[in-house]
């Protein structure tokens, strides 16, 4: 999935939510603190990463690639 984001950066938790990966902040903050989001292929642990274009998120067998 692509996701455009019309600023620099989007922070990870953040997305998680605007593509209705998570259903709420606290949801994204339990599944990135127990290691199970990917960016650019390495497990990430920060809720506040900042993504920018061309970063790729994965998650629970969905990719997401940041335009």
């Known amino acids: 999935m692509e ?3 019309r600023d620099e950066y ?10 209705n990966l998570v259903e709420s ?13 990917k960016v650019n292929g390495e497990v990430e642990l920060r ?3 900042k993504i920018r274009e061309n970063d790729k998120v994965e998650f629970n067998g ?3 690639v940041v335009k």
């Open 10 to 19: 989007i922070k990870l938790e953040q997305l998680l939510k605007f593509t």
């Open 3 to 5: 996701v455009k984001i």
């Open 62 to 64: 969905e990719t997401i």
């Open 47 to 49: 809720r506040g990463k």
């Open 25 to 37: 902040g606290g949801e994204a903050k339990i599944v990135i603190n127990e290691g199970l989001v």
